[in-house]
């Protein structure tokens, strides 16, 4: 089973970049990554997604100011985050896309990012 682990979450203003990192423990070469974030009383909601061919997806919400990425031979996806707004602020785990046979309801610590003037 793949593990992930996210790193690169800061308290920035608005206005300010961030770029997320996320670490897997086996090969993700074959497979479609997501990130997503939670904020309290919230289910964890999809906000980017890249497949194994590089085609990324966004939610609505970042769509223009978030980019992901992949390197494959690190076994790393990040999430380029510019133009953070205050209600980017959540915590932020990558997993693969709910739906994909190797999706597994089990979460890393996830990187906090908190966007606040």
């Known amino acids: 089973q793949v593990q992930f682990v996210e790193r690169g979450g800061d308290s920035v203003q608005p206005g300010w970049s961030l770029r997320l990192s996320c670490v897997a423990s086996?090969?993700?070469?074959?497979?479609?990554i997501a990130w997503y974030r939670h904020t309290p009383g919230n289910q964890r909601k999809l906000v980017a997604s890249i497949s194994s061919y590089e085609v990324a997806n966004y939610e609505v919400s970042v769509r223009g100011r978030f980019i992901i990425s992949r390197d494959n031979e690190k076994n790393t996806v990040h999430l380029q985050m510019n133009n953070l707004r205050p209600d980017d602020t959540a915590v932020y785990y990558c997993?693969?896309?709910?739906?994909?046979?190797?999706?597994?309801?089990?979460w890393g610590q996830g990187t906090q990012v908190t966007v606040s003037s």
């Open positions: 997993n693969f896309p709910r739906g994909w046979a190797a999706f597994r309801d089990n």
């Open positions: 086996g090969s993700i070469a074959q497979h479609p």
